[in-house]
């Protein structure tokens, strides 16, 4: 009689043990999957969005393309650099400037920011510049605002000046792939 229990008690034990090892298998071939699922999921909804400094608006982008308003706060943040500066602020904010520029524009701007740094400094010119309207179309945004310029403390200028900057994006990152600058009286 004991050899019949021993018997019965060793074939439930097997069936126990065939059943935790399938139980492992499957939990185990789960957890692989889902492992896998993971690492593709991450690789596909991994988002990067540069946001500028100054961000007052709500701005979307659909299928890559972001909308006017992410332009305009993209310009907003950005001309103060070109527009305002001390000769011992110019060539920190020209560098910060220069590295939103699209590499096709940045040699013409470059030079022409080069220019108006060796000015500054040859000069002493302060500038001062205060935005008053902003109109975007598209990747193109004009902020049209009262420019200063002082030599000591003296008024050199006084005027109305436009920058008109023409973004691009690559890579997800906002690039500067045009400027102009003109005054009320042409272009400078």
Excluded at 35 to 54: C, D, R
Excluded at 89 to 113: M, Q
Excluded at 120 to 143: C, D, L, M, Y
Excluded at 162 to 186: A, C, H, W
Aim: net charge positive; glycine share 6%; aromatic share 10%.
């Amino acid at each position: 009689m004991r050899i019949s229990t021993f018997r019965e008690k060793w074939e439930n034990l097997a069936k126990e043990n065939g059943l935790l090892r399938f139980c492992v298998l499957i939990l185990t071939a789960g957890l692989i999957l889902e492992g896998l699922f993971m690492a593709m999921s991450l690789g596909k909804t991994s988002v990067v969005i540069e946001v500028p400094e100054y961000l007052k608006k709500d701005f979307s982008i659909k299928e890559g393309k972001p909308s006017s308003e992410y332009f305009e706060q993209w310009a907003l943040s950005l001309v103060p650099y070109i527009a305002g500066f001390t000769p011992e602020s110019v060539d920190f904010n020209i560098r910060v400037f220069l590295s939103y520029v699209h590499p096709k524009a940045y040699g013409t701007i470059e030079t022409e920011l080069i220019k108006l740094r060796d000015e500054v400094k040859s000069v002493g010119i302060s500038q001062a510049f205060f935005p008053q309207t902003v109109v975007t179309r598209e990747n193109k945004v004009r902020v049209t605002g009262r420019q200063m310029r002082f030599v000591g403390k003296t008024v050199t200028s006084d005027e109305v000046v436009t920058y008109e900057i023409g973004f691009r994006m690559e890579q997800g990152k906002p690039l500067i792939e045009s400027m102009n600058v003109t005054t009320d009286s042409g272009r400078k």
